[in-house]
């Protein structure tokens, strides 16, 4: 099947929609047979997608000091200063200890890893200065960052397809489950929200 941002509107999706619905044809939550739908429990979001390549790739990018004369000549461009954050190689993470007389130097306050030398990553910078950088590394790498974009949808696209994370329920639990409520599962009846055990009627 080709690739498609809206897999649910082809005939290959509804088709299986028709298949799933005459196996399970009632809905999970409440038991209705009436005006059963398929909701998908990962749906696409294109904008978090694409930060999750763009992070991908500069990342990668950006590793251990990779390419510092094109940040540097963003700096001198645009007066900026791109600070690094040292990282664990292990774990990722930023919460280092660097000792003065004990060896190796630095130790992992996260998952106790030790060494001579850091792990290096762009480090955080104030919003408006992190557009700017990211402005002009979009003018030069979109092409790039694309190809990862358009790899990830269409994996996410393949996993949408095979149906295997996907609840039936009625028009009304889908609703509920859109707005972030579960089923009570004393009443069975009415909803509320995750965090609490039941709904406000059996608890009053």
Known sequence: MSWTRKPWTTKEWKKRRE?????NNKCEWCGSTEYLTIDHLHNFDALGTWNMASGRFFGSYFVNGKHQEELDQ???????IPKFTDRCW???????????????????????WEGEKTSKT????????KG???KSLLKVHKPKINLIYESMKKSQNETYMKFEEVLVLCRRCAYARLKGNVLCKVC?????????????????
């Not at 298949?19 to 196996?23: A, C, D, I, N, R």
């Not at 292990?90 to 106790?112: D, E, M, Y």
């Not at 069975?188 to 009053?204: A, L, R, T, V």
């Open 19 to 23: 298949e799933l619905l005459k196996t």
């Open 74 to 80: 963003i700096r001198k461009e645009e007066g900026i």
């Open 90 to 112: 292990k774990c990722g993470k930023s919460g280092l200890i660097k000792r003065k007389q004990k060896k190796p130097p630095f130790r992992c306050s996260k998952c106790g």
């Open 122 to 129: 762009l480090g955080k910078m104030k919003y408006r200065f």
């Open 132 to 134: 700017i950088i990211m």
């Open 188 to 204: 069975e009846s009415n909803y509320h929200k995750p965090k609490f055990e039941m709904c406000w009627g059996c608890f009053s």
